[in-house]
Nanobody
Framework: QVQVEESGGGLVQAGGSLRLSCTVS?????????LAWFRQAPGKEREGVAC????????DYADSVKGRFTISRDNAKKTLTLQMNDLDAEDTAMYYC????????????????????WGQGTQVTVSS
């Protein structure tokens, strides 16, 4: 069973930066999986933010964060990172990481299809 633990959230002013981290364990059946960040704001549906394939060679981002967010992973340390720059109020949400069922970020990744390991999340609040 995949388990994840997100950290690094907090309160930041608009234009500021945060770095989210996620530790992943239990990847026995998904040891070569893609990893992704998702977010959910109050009253809104969950949104796929960024995805990275197992090798770390391909990434995909939501249009709303392209050019501002960077996803990366360290397979040896089993960690996933999301560097978030130039934050604005629209980025306020609970952020989650999860493990995908494929080594690549399939076209359905934004829907969270076949992703596992949803943790407690880490809250990001951007003040304007």
């Amino acid at each position: 069973q995949v388990q994840v633990e997100e950290s690094g959230g907090g309160l930041v002013q608009a234009g500021g930066s945060l770095r989210l981290s996620c530790t992943v364990s239990g990847l026995t059946s998904r040891q070569y999986s893609s990893l992704a960040w998702f977010r959910q704001a109050p009253g809104k549906e969950r949104e796929g933010v960024a995805c990275i394939n197992y090798m770390g060679s391909r990434t995909d981002y939501a249009d709303s964060v392209k050019g501002r967010f960077t996803i990366s992973r360290d397979n040896a340390k089993k960690t996933l990172t999301l560097q978030m720059n130039d934050l604005d109020a629209e980025d306020t949400a609970m952020y989650y990481c999860a493990s995908g069922g494929h080594s690549e970020c399939l076209s359905s990744w934004r829907l969270g299809a076949n992703f596992e390991g949803w943790g407690q999340g880490t809250q990001v609040t951007v003040s304007s």
